[in-house]
């Protein structure tokens, strides 16, 4: 099937700092990526959608300035936390929809735990 | 977006089958219904997804009434690994693009 890779897997960071996280559809391209973040004991909340070659576009109550989010290329999407705070620490997960399915088929990368110290 | 609506959680023993159903009363048209199962500190895994009647995998089957408001995940002889959290998805490309939003989802304890 179809693999999505996260980059780091898992990050401590010094509030104030900023964190770059990478999504990289490895064997299919992807107009499309998700970002989500993801409590303890909770569901998944949906964060932006990203597109190549557009902006991306946010959810109600997402800073866009904080998080930063470019889709470069049809394989890669990378979301940047900037100034993280500990209240930023979170699992985040980004996802890809394989193009020419009709939207269908999305496949989740294995996530990356931030820790922000 | 159609809502869903599953059970906070279920338990089961090893080797029972399990159903666990979600509601969706405003699912449209051209949506499609997709179940993933998620471990702690992992993305969520692609379990089935079907449009209507019944769909079957290696892993699950799906069943979905002709009215499509609802659907239901079967696991056959769970295991004590099948205990995750399941989530029911509902959507569909639409123009502009789509977007899936997660509900709470289902929490399965398979106990020995």
């Known amino acids: 099937g179809a693999v999505v890779s996260q980059h780091p897997s898992r990050v401590i960071c010094k509030s104030g700092t900023s964190v770059k996280i990478e999504c990289r559809s490895l064997?299919?391209?992807?107009?499309?990526m998700f970002w989500y973040r993801q409590f303890p004991k909770q569901s998944l909340m949906l964060m932006a959608t990203s597109n190549e070659g557009s902006k991306a576009t946010y959810e109600q109550g997402v800073e866009k300035d904080k998080f930063l989010i470019n889709h470069a290329s049809l394989t890669l999407s990378t979301l940047t936390v900037t100034s993280a705070h500990p209240e930023d620490s979170s699992f985040y997960i980004c996802?890809?929809?394989?193009?020419?399915?009709?939207?269908?088929?999305?496949?989740f990368g294995p996530g990356t735990r931030l820790t922000v110290t | 977006l159609a809502k869903t609506t599953q059970p906070i959680s279920m338990d089961s023993y090893e080797g029972q089958e399990v159903n666990i159903t979600c509601s969706h009363n405003n699912i449209a048209t051209n949506d499609y219904i997709t179940w993933y199962q998620q471990f702690p500190s992992q993305g969520p895994r692609f379990i089935i997804q079907?449009?209507?009647t019944k769909v079957t995998n290696e892993v699950a089957s799906l069943f979905i009434p002709a009215d499509r408001k609802s659907s239901t995940l079967s696991l056959p002889r769970v295991s004590l690994s099948d205990t995750a959290v399941y989530y029911c998805?509902?959507?569909?490309?639409?123009?502009?693009?789509?977007?899936?939003?997660f509900g709470a989802g289902t929490r399965l304890f398979v106990k020995a």
């Open positions: 998805l509902v959507g569909a490309q639409n123009t502009g693009g789509f977007k899936t939003i």
């Open positions: 079907g449009y209507k």
């Open positions: 064997d299919f391209q992807a107009t499309t």
């Open positions: 996802s890809a929809v394989l193009d020419g399915q009709g939207g269908y088929e999305q496949y």
